[in-house]
């Protein structure tokens, strides 16, 4: 299985919005609405932010936004803030009861 | 609340096999749960490696399936990874983490695994 498409790098002004695509296939991000987003900083564990394609875990910024189009599924950071520099990863379910993680997006606050 | 601990050799030879505990504290093995690993090397990405359910029921990656095999110890809350035939290729900081639904939450902090002569 292939790893999800991300952009190596996104990034954006304090207060704007800026948006990560994870791009799957039929078998994965199109066929489930089971994709789910990480938060990473260096050195630490990955952290959950949405699951299931646009709900937020308790304690998660509204700021945080999910959405799925096809096979392609996206994040929106609304009103960046320093802290939301970190890499960003997205997740599938399979056709064949995997799971699959996406090539992760640095987000750099400028 | 569900803490998960690994924990594990730190330093593998190359063809050997590397063996990873996952302590679950704050839950019961005996529930509906299900854990997977996740490993990501040094600078990459994450990859996902396999997940075994509380019924004992595993899947696993494809490019991995043919090295992997994942246990659980219901009495010590314990799930547990193999991985034969170490490589380089395989030093990399190992997760594990709870299924909340079809998403991983929460995660352990990670042990790091180098292959090394």
């Known amino acids: 299985q292939s790893a999800l498409t991300q952009p190596a790098s996104v990034s954006g002004s304090p207060g704007q919005s800026i948006t990560i695509s994870c791009t799957g296939t039929r078998t994965d991000v199109g066929r489930y609405n089971y994709v789910s987003w990480y938060q990473q900083y260096p050195g630490k564990a990955p952290k959950l932010i949405i699951h299931d394609v646009r709900d937020r875990p308790s304690g998660v910024s509204d700021r945080f936004s999910g959405s799925k189009s096809g096979n392609t599924a996206s994040l929106t950071i609304s009103g960046l803030q320093a802290e939301d520099e970190a890499d960003y990863y997205c997740s599938s379910f399979t056709t064949i009861n995997t799971y699959v993680l996406g090539t992760a997006t640095r987000v750099t606050v400028l | 609340q569900v803490q998960l601990q690994e924990s594990g050799p730190g330093l593998v030879k190359p063809s050997e096999t590397l063996s990873l505990t996952c302590a679950v504290s704050g839950d019961s093995i005996s529930s509906d749960n299900c854990w997977s690993w996740v490993r990501q090397p040094p600078g990459e990405g994450l990859e996902w490696i396999g997940e075994?359910?509380?019924?004992?029921?595993?899947h696993y990656n494809p490019s991995l399936k043919s090295r992997v095999s994942m246990s659980l110890d219901k009495s010590k809350t314990h799930v547990s990874l193999r991985l034969s035939s170490m490589t380089a290729a395989d030093t990399a900081v190992y997760y594990c983490a709870q299924h909340s639904g079809w998403a991983f939450d929460p995660w352990g902090q990670g042990t790091l695994v180098t292959v090394s002569s």
């Open positions: 075994i359910h509380q019924r004992g029921i595993t």
